[in-house]
């Protein structure tokens, strides 16, 4: 059987909204911000690492201020079996930022993004003319409403205080 996953705890929490807050800072002055010290933050933000829970440390990109401002979501309907293909070929596609397979009257949900209409329609036919893809539907996002985020979400959980560190 599988390894199981510590969940984040209190402190764990603490210093990922420090990076997010600080993403500069090193770990010293998160040491410092946290009030834990350097040897067990470095060895946290190491854990939480290896752990896969911090996945990378930016920079995080506005995409309309880097000539982007056009963002859609594409919705796909594949032929069955067909998702290691969809795979491939929407990774081939520099205007397709992510892509998951989803439940629901679609099999593939994407987040697109061009520099203006035209580069939308290019990238979208792009997309249809992928073999497997029996239809494609999209929608252009007017603005952003929530921006992304995950803070909220591991506050949201009561977590427990790691016993060798003050609160």
């Keep these: 059987m599988g390894e199981e996953r510590r969940k984040p705890d209190q402190l764990d929490v603490r210093l990922i909204r420090s990076l997010a807050e600080n993403p500069r800072a090193g770990f010293l002055e998160l040491s410092r911000i946290t009030g834990v010290s350097r ?16 996945t990378g440390h930016g920079p995080d990109i506005d995409l309309a201020a880097a000539g982007y401002p056009v963002l859609a979501f594409v919705n796909l309907e594949i032929a069955q079996g067909g998702l290691d293909q969809i795979a491939e070929e929407l990774a081939r596609i520099p205007g397709v930022l992510e892509a998951y397979a989803t439940t629901g009257t679609s099999d593939v949900h994407c987040r697109v993004a061009a520099t203006d209409h035209d580069g939308l329609q290019r990238t979208l036919i792009e997309i249809n003319r992928i073999p ?36």
């Design 132 to 167: 497997a893809i029996a239809r494609s539907t999209s929608v252009i996002a007017l603005s952003q409403v929530v921006p992304p985020r995950y803070l909220p979400l591991l506050d949201a959980e009561d977590r427990p205080h790691p016993r060798r560190v003050r609160r």
């Design 39 to 54: 040897a067990t933050v470095q060895a946290r933000i190491q854990r939480l690492e290896q752990d896969g829970v911090i």
